[in-house]
């Protein structure tokens, strides 16, 4: 999920608000279903808006309209989230597992969403075969191609090359040999200067964007660039970008980076324990649900396993708000002994 979008939930005042999260399905028959789970779940948001004196039909119309829609419930991934205020309805299609929830409260819950921007947000992605290359930016959810100021095909850059390979050499003579050891020779002669190039202006241009890049394309290309470049390469899978269906992108970044994602929030997580120890920090709820209004948390930590309530979501909005950062733990990765605990900024 985008941080611009996530600031702008959490910063909205006039509620109630309305947070809808269902799984739902990627494929027939499954998905079939998913439309009439979410008209029940309606069901409930209106008895709890009735019971909060708030005209139900107001704040639903949209959800309901959504109910016809039948390419939208032929297209979901695998789950939703249905955000309503009184004056707005947003609908996010959500990648991996999602737990049912139906809260009506004076604040968004936004902890399902967090997952969505811990990890596959703000890259490039280099997509590199042994003649060329593409560049996508992956900003804010954004997928872009880029046009740098760098020749993207061997032809472009060596368009005279230095190399002659004759185009029939005759079968069963000497010469075919010699003229196919010369042919791969040139192969990987032209692959070599086309990397060094890449390797001097792609590097400029990553130092001047301050962005991590991807690597994507075949395992023999991928890792022998890799052996070429001085910059940091923060992930890569060895496949080719454009055969990769746009809905399996998320799953291919997660898994790609989950490594690099759990030992960072270890990482964390040991200094936590030090900021703790050092009565920089607490695991202690009743503190920082004092604490988090008053902008003094820096990193508020909860464990995926915590049972969503008023009081987590006022502290997970009133930590953002001010400007900290809010990080979902989850146990099968990062084992914790608390629900929530908090690092101070003083």
Wanted: charged residues 30%.
């Amino acid at each position: 999920m985008q941080k611009v979008i996530l600031d702008k939930l959490v910063n909205m005042t006039d509620g109630p608000f309305v947070s809808l999260y269902i799984p739902t399905h990627r494929n027939s028959p499954d998905n079939k279903r998913d439309s009439v789970t979410f008209k029940n779940l309606l069901k409930r948001v209106e008895k709890e808006l009735d019971e909060k004196g708030v005209n139900p039909s107001s704040y639903l119309k949209e959800s309901y309209d959504l109910l016809d829609d039948t390419t939208f419930w032929n297209n979901t991934t695998d789950g939703l989230a249905v955000l309503i205020d009184k004056d707005d309805t947003q609908i996010y299609k959500l990648d991996g597992s999602i737990e049912e929830k139906v809260l009506v409260a004076d604040y968004f819950h936004v902890l399902p969403l967090i997952n969505y921007y811990e990890i596959p947000n703000n890259y490039y992605f280099l997509d590199l075969s042994k003649d060329r290359f593409s560049l996508y930016s992956f900003i804010n959810g954004e997928l872009d191609k880029e046009d740098p100021d760098i020749y993207q095909k061997f032809t472009d850059l060596f368009s005279d090359k230095d190399y002659e390979i004759e185009a029939s050499p005759t079968r069963g003579t000497s010469n075919s040999m010699h003229n196919y050891h010369t042919s791969s020779s040139v192969e990987e002669k032209e692959k070599d200067k086309y990397f060094r190039y890449l390797k001097d202006n792609l590097g400029k241009f990553l130092k001047e964007k301050e962005a991590k890049l991807i690597l994507f394309g075949t395992r023999e290309n991928v890792l022998e660039f890799k052996n070429y470049v001085d910059f940091d390469i923060y992930g890569i899978i060895d496949k080719p970008f454009n055969s990769i269906l746009t809905n399996d992108l998320y799953k291919e970044l997660r898994e790609a980076l989950l490594d690099k994602y759990i030992e960072n929030i270890g990482k964390r997580l040991e200094n936590l324990q030090t900021e703790i120890s050092n009565d920089k920090g607490t695991d202690n709820k009743s503190r920082i649900l004092s604490d988090a209004p008053n902008g003094k948390i820096s990193e508020l930590y909860i464990s995926k396993t915590v049972q969503a309530d008023a009081e987590i979501d006022k502290a997970v909005t009133e930590v953002m708000r001010t400007g900290g950062e809010v990080i979902l733990i989850d146990p099968e990765y990062n084992q914790v002994d608390f629900d929530i605990a908090a690092k101070y900024r003083y």
